[in-house]
């Protein structure tokens, strides 16, 4: 953005020399504030015409034009209420003109992210209303989430994302204090379509990334608690881009239903033709949602959640080109693919709710959901390939070496997948004097049927895998074929309570709070104690200083229970977690401007774990509780106005995870007993740094930029065929870069006449998104071809990567009402 400016400025000053003519007017002066203070980076413009220009850090400014005898001069800043008027110059004359800007704080909300920390509670309140300048792929709010410490996601195709150490599954989500529930087929990033979130729809965000409270539900890494907006009155949304668009309205009917509808449409078609694998992709996601209130009176209301979402994936492959390895011994993979896959994803979601606030202190909550999910994933694909050995030269191309290997692979499967969950919750807290008491109380039925058929044929040169010299009969290289139907029941519960001491010292904040859950199938009840304490002193009260601990105990829901052949473990139990989290929060000022420091330290303890391996966004779990393990790390945040008027933040996080399975051996090829220790888990990743950073045109704030900056450490990887699971390699590092300029043509605070047609419209802008800026090649996932021997060459497995998206240009127009 500098050299923007300064190539602005540049081209400014040409402008105002070539126009110079003998007759210009001259206008000169100040722009402070209500308390005087002068106003930098303000912008005054000549209405009509090219001349303006923006007050210096002292709030001066000077303007040359050529003579007009009436002027339009509009005054626009960050932060302030426009100001525009008429002046009327004599030729030649130099007006000395000198104005005060109202603060308008709301004439930002479109471009500010207030985070902050509930001294109750380790739980981030984060402001999401700036998100549509983001550039945003997934288009919902996690996309934010994987900036923030403690976070990491390296794959941009997907919502999903890992927190200190823990896999997808683990991250619960509300929605309205109803639980969202992720499909369960999904493989691969550009299969998933949209994030169930609608960031439309989307008034308050909270975010904890562990050492959570008692009254958030049973998983071992991080809750994202989100509450839909009630409107006050009508308003509305437009936007459209390469990769989709969506509608939302909201408003209220006769001061008692208050209504809030979104529906969203996606292809990731445009981004999908930058992978290896070239064919017909077919995407199509949609999905509708509405939020409705019915107050009855001040003391109750009624609410209705409801949401409906199809995902359709169709994928012809056609052929695939891709080179791996390393500077010494690099390889090429050549494809050419018939059959093809289809995958859909259906979700219905009803919940009905009842607030009842009897009085200021007492507030009960009671609610009704019904979830429902159709999945399904079929495909045929014959592919035939080769690997040759090769010479990388210029611009990229190869010069072929030799054949490594050759054959072929059929892969099928018919998998289909039902998931019904009925719950009925109640939610309540009381109020006495400083002492806040909470409880809750839920019973679920769940209903799975699943039934999976799949298989896996692979022929290198000539003999089908696995490869038997003895054996004429054609071997399956993989086979699962089976049919589980599970209906079980779960009772969960909290009761907490919270407390604020203010003492000599300072004031604390107390939580304590113990959770239950039983699960009927596996007739486990588990408890889970949990506390939390923060301290504010008297003398310094921009820090903060917070603590939290507790267990986290996560039943298994399904995937967890399902041996890698298909089969049910009846025998499974949940899996535990202690957390322990160290915190602070210092506020001050740098450059006259706010900044907020944050930092927190934890130490995870794991037992009854159940070991997985990821392939993109597939989990296969061992289905056996046999391992322990732990995650230690460090998160570092940094936000503040690094350009005025504006937030940014600049985030880090150092940690490690391991596991070990007790008892576990391998023999190695001398017959060498092995026992493994303590080995990474699949999320170990040791550095994650992310930078989200906005700026504006200092000459004309309608101009901004918005950047968001990505950098993960290799994330361990192993042969899935071996028995030395504890042998493992490391992927490339994940770097990427996604940038967007958006021009604003209107806000709120600026009016048109009654013949220009967008005066309906209370925000118009369009934006240019940029996503991975830097060409960065990532690796999310590799594929293993096993093969035999080729004439001279051995066979073996090789780990091909699987690519991500490359750079694209994106286009988004956004028109609010």
Known sequence: MYYLRQIIFFIFTIQSIISYAQENSIITGTITDEQQK????????????????STDDKGNFEITFPYQSELNIAITCINYYAENFIIKPKPGEKITMNRTLRVNIQKIDTVMIISRYDPTGNMQKIDVRMMDMQPNITGGVENLLKTLPGVSS?????????????????????????????????????????SFVNPDLVSSLKFSAGGYDASYGDRMSSVLDITYKKPTCFSGSVSGSFLGGSVH?????????????????????????TLDTKGQYNPDFSDIQAALTYTVNDKLDIGFLGAFSQNIYNFIPVSQTTIFGNTFNSYQLNVYYNGNEEDRYTIALGAL??????SKDLSLKFIGSIYNSQEQETYDILGQYWINEVNITGNNTTDSIGNIAVGSFLNHARNYLSTNVISIAHKGSFNLNKNRFKWGLTFQWEYVHDQISEWDMIDSAGYSLPYSPNDNVINLFNHV???????????????????????????????AGLRANYWDFSHQLVFSPRTQLSFQPKRNNNFLLYAATGVYQQPPFYKEMVYPDGSINYNIKAQKSFHFVLGSEYTFRMFERPFKFTSEAYYKRYSDLIPYQINNLSIQYSAVNDAIGYATGIDFKLNGEFVKGIESWTSLSIMQTEEKQPGKYYYDSNGNKIEPGYYPRPTDQLVNFAIYFQDYLPMDPTYRAN????????????????????????????????????????????????????RFFSDIWLSLEVFNLLQIQNTVSYTWLQTVGNGQQSGGAYPVPNYLTSRRVDLKITLKF
Do not use: C, H, W
């Open 154 to 194: 390296n794959n941009e195709l997907s919502s999903q994302y890992n927190v200190r150490g823990g896999n997808f599954d683990e991250n619960i989500i509300y929605i309205n204090d109803v639980e969202i529930y992720r499909p369960f087929l999904i493989r691969e990033g550009q299969q998933e379509g949209m």
């Open 481 to 511: 074929n089976a049919g589980n139907l599970i209906r079980s029941t779960r009772t969960f519960g909290y009761i907490m309570y919270v407390r604020e001491f203010k003492e000599e010292p300072g004031t604390f904040f107390f939580t």
């Open 707 to 758: 950047l968001t900056l990505f950098f993960g450490s290799p994330l361990p990887y192993n042969n899935p065929y071996s028995v030395a699971y504890n042998q493992v390699f490391r992927m490339p590092s994940y770097k990427r870069v996604d940038i967007g300029f958006t021009k604003v043509f209107k806000t709120a605070a600026q009016k048109f006449g009654d013949s220009n047609p967008f």
């Open 38 to 53: 002068p106003v930098p980076f303000a912008n005054i413009q000549v209405q009509g015409t090219k001349y303006g220009t």
């Open 249 to 273: 309205l909201e408003g209220t009917i006769n001061k008692k239903l208050s209504y809030l509808i979104g529906a969203r449409y996606k292809t990731t078609q445009y981004l999908l033709g």
């Open 353 to 358: 709710s009842i607030n009842y606030k009897p």
